[in-house]
């Protein structure tokens, strides 16, 4: 099942480059890339490490995409 999430939004919202993110939580600007683009499902502690800095609950910020059939 494909992971959605908010995170370009919620970057964009609270006026972080990809780079600041990434500095934030500890990776690779190249990770919060492949994030955004649907490409990398997050380990669970990188998740919870955006969501803090998001002040947003995890659930709120990923998703999983029911599959239509």
Do not use: C, W
Not at 41 to 54: E, G
């Amino acid at each position: 099942m494909p992971l959605a999430n908010r995170v370009k939004e919620l970057r964009a919202r609270h006026q972080l480059t990809q780079g600041d993110l990434a500095t934030k939580v500890g990776v690779t600007r190249q990770t919060i890339i492949s994030l955004e683009k649907g490409s990398y499902t997050p380990s669970l502690m990188l998740a919870m490490q955006i969501a803090r800095v998001f002040e947003e609950p995890v659930e709120s910020i990923f998703t999983i995409e029911e599959e239509t059939k």
